[in-house]
């Protein structure tokens, strides 16, 4: 009896399925293969264990599951133990992408939505009409001259002006400045060992730029505030020829020309030739109407 023979295959011509192939590797770099192996062996063994006690014949031994052993030969002996050192990382990107196609990053794919009369530099039409309504009165007056009579006629015309649409008043910003309320106390320097008097005065919500204690003798000017709106800055003039206290100096080598001065601290400055003392006590801080918007623009 002739055996008919098939086609012969060849391992090395085989071709697996590129998703298979993905898979293994897969599993492999993150070490899953035995896992997957017991779950499979556990599968198996299910119906095996839930029908044990049944009374029908035992079954046939299920068939053991075939292990995938890399690097093992065709026609190799089954108790032979093949070890296949581990390389553990990741694969190529050109291989686990090359199922991908490649985009542009910086082409536009999506678009905002479209809204009418909202371009950028665009007006915006507004349409509002205006009622003008003029009222005239006469008032005749009579004069009299002895025996003639003069009468004369005054008319007055009234116009009131609407605008319609419920449209409201011009709008208007109130701007705000930081003002101070400052203790100046005038310490006139010893004559003929006689004690010298002092002479305080208080002034409220004074305003940047403002010298102090005047135009005549500017021994600081009040800039403005720091940081934080918490304390004043003021500039000190150059006939200053020394200064005491605890203000923080923010410019200024040989001589400080701008301190900041927290409130409550008083600060006394030397001026002029004469020695003339000046203590200058901040009070206060506090933000103050400086004006609108309408009267800036005048």
């Known amino acids: 009896m002739k055996r008919l023979k098939g086609p012969e295959l060849k391992l090395s011509e085989l071709k697996v399925p590129p998703f298979l192939t993905d898979l293994y590797w897969d599993l492999r770099d993150r070490r899953l293969l ?30 053991p599951p075939v292990a995938a052993i890399s690097g093992a030969a065709a026609g190799s002996d089954a ?61 005749e007056v009579t004069e009299t001259n002895g025996s003639s009579k003069e009468t004369t006629k005054i ?33 006139e320097g010893r004559k003929n060992g006689s004690k010298p008097k002092p002479d305080s005065s208080t002034r409220h919500r004074v305003m940047p730029t403002t010298p102090l204690p005047g135009e005549k003798a500017p021994v600081v000017t009040y800039m403005g505030v720091g940081k934080g709106a918490q304390k004043a800055l003021l500039m000190v003039s150059n006939n200053v020829k020394s200064i005491f206290g605890d203000a923080k100096c923010l410019s200024g080598t040989d001589t400080c020309q701008l301190l900041e001065v927290e409130p409550g601290f008083p600060e006394t400055f030397v001026y002029g030739d004469n020695g003339v003392r000046y203590k200058i006590n901040v009070l206060d801080i506090e933000a103050v109407p400086a004006g609108d918007t309408r009267s800036s623009q005048k």
């Open 34 to 63: 035995p896992l997957v192996a017991l779950v499979v062996v556990a599968i198996a063994a299910v119906p095996f264990l839930l029908g044990g006690g049944s009374d029908e014949g035992s079954s046939p031994p299920a068939a």
């Open 79 to 139: 108790s032979r133990l093949t070890v296949v050192q581990a390389k553990p990382g990741l694969r190529d990107y050109r291989k686990r992408l090359a199922g991908r196609k490649p985009t542009d990053p910086f082409e536009q794919r999506y678009t905002a939505p479209q809204v009418k009369d909202a371009e950028l530099g665009g007006e915006l039409e507004s349409t509002s009409s205006t009622d003008t309504t003029t009222s005239t009165s006469t008032t």
């Open 155 to 187: 008319t007055t015309e009234t116009t009131d002006e609407s605008k319609g649409g419920g449209a409201s008043p011009e709008s208007q910003l109130t701007l705000f400045a930081f003002a101070i309320d400052v203790k100046i106390t005038r310490i």
